[in-house]
């Protein structure tokens, strides 16, 4: 069908909204549905239907297109960065909407490269799945902890079986009444790893279910934890652990950010510690989502996962007549193969980070994106404390029309 057919099918009944795929390619489903949006709603879709990419790539990621969201997208860098993955300066993308934030990370870019670059290193990569099973009584629910225990080597075959690429790391049980959850940690390499994690993780729930006396409930209990606040991810981690840290001279301080080392270092303490901790938050920082975010929108990293991204600790003090800084991000899920790192411009953006797709040696790839994410983030946190501590902040963002 043509489009005016498509739209014809829609309003007599004959064919429904999200069946459009199935009569014609993609980019006519989705100028039919703009079409039949723009008459019942009367709005102009003209720039939401001006995307430069063929429909049909994105239909593994999303359902019912009429168009694109297009988001403005600045670079940040070059990024100083001696890591364990990367090696040298790297340029970053990030896509947002907030005036002032690529200025204010690239400011602490130029700081850390005027300290001779920063350190980086993944420090733990556990990509995580957790059921929960049902059982009798808490003698069955130790039971069957002591047998997945007693046999996670025959749990990782079972798993690993579903995949080439993950690698069961381990399998913690935790037991509440007669709910036993089982937290599978996996390396999946450089795919972010989610849907490989779950896949992977529900074959070794049949073989749980066969030996044990537990039923399964629910594929994922919860105890992941996926796209929520857990202090459970601010401990063990899910996806990198990921640390950065710098020492900036107090020249350099006072250069870049108008201010002293003891000055940000009080302000970090009295801030991101003193104040996250009297408010109950899990991050200790001072705006990490904001790189992390705009990073994930570029590089077409699940977004939502911001959330897990933005459980972070900032640290600050003096040293040797400078400034050490250090960002520690406890769960930063990024891969550079799969999701939306398939999209045309999210490949373009993680070509100029130079880790599209796969690395040598796999996993590769996505930590040195970790790794960039992650210090791109302690020089936002550098600039926005100096900003803060000189008391600059309101000015700024006057001065750029913000």
């Known amino acids: 069908m043509d489009v005016d057919a498509l739209v014809a099918a829609v309003r007599n009944g004959d064919v429904r909204l999200h069946e ?12 039919a549905r703009r079409r039949l949006l723009a008459e019942e709603t009367g709005a102009e879709l003209e720039t939401v239907g001006a995307y430069a990419f063929d429909a049909a790539v994105a239909e593994p990621n999303i359902e019912n297109m009429f168009g694109a969201a297009q988001v403005p997208m600045g670079i940040v860098g070059p990024i100083a960065v001696d890591g364990g993955a990367v090696d040298g300066p790297a340029h970053l993308p990030l896509a947002t909407t907030e005036g002032a934030l690529l200025a204010s990370v690239n400011r602490g870019c130029a700081a850390i490269r005027a300290a001779e670059g920063a350190t980086a290193r993944v420090l733990k990569n556990a990509m995580t799945r957790a059921p929960v099973f049902r059982v009798s009584d808490v003698a069955e629910a130790s039971e069957t902890a002591a047998w997945v225990r007693e046999h996670v080597d025959r749990l990782a075959e079972v798993a690993e079986s579903t995949t080439s690429h993950g690698e069961l790391r381990g399998v913690t049980p935790y037991v509440v009444g007669d709910s036993v959850f089982f937290r599978f940690a996996y390396d999946t390499k450089d795919a972010m790893g989610m849907n490989m994690a779950t896949i992977a993780t529900e074959a070794a729930c049949e073989t749980i279910e066969a030996e044990t006396p537990a039923e399964l409930v629910a594929l994922s209990g919860n105890l992941c934890s996926d796209k929520k606040p857990a202090a459970i991810n601010s401990i063990e981690g899910r996806g990198r652990t990921v640390a950065a840290d710098a020492l900036i001279p107090r020249e350099v301080v006072e250069s870049y950010f108008g201010t002293t080392p003891e000055a940000i270092a009080e302000a970090n303490t009295r801030k991101n510690l003193v104040g996250s ?10 705006h990490v989502a904001n790189t992390v975010a705009a990073a994930f929108l570029a590089t077409g990293q699940d977004i939502a996962q911001v959330v897990e991204g933005s459980n972070a600790i900032t640290t600050a003090e003096t040293r040797d007549d400078g400034l050490y800084a250090s960002l520690t991000i406890a769960s930063l899920e990024v ?26 040696p796999p996993g590769s790839n996505a930590d040195a994106l970790a790794e960039i994410i992650t210090t791109a983030a302690l020089a936002g946190e550098l600039s926005l404390l100096g900003a803060l501590a ?13």
């Open 20 to 31: 459009l795929e199935q009569h014609a390619d993609a980019d006519d489903a989705a100028a």
């Open 277 to 286: 901790a009297k408010a109950g938050a899990l991050g200790f920082n001072a």
């Open 335 to 360: 891969g550079t193969v799969g999701g939306g790192t398939k999209l045309p411009t999210q490949r373009e953006a993680l070509d100029i980070v130079g880790v599209r797709g796969g690395g040598d």
């Open 390 to 402: 000189s008391n600059h902040l309101a000015s700024a963002h006057e001065e750029l029309g913000r």
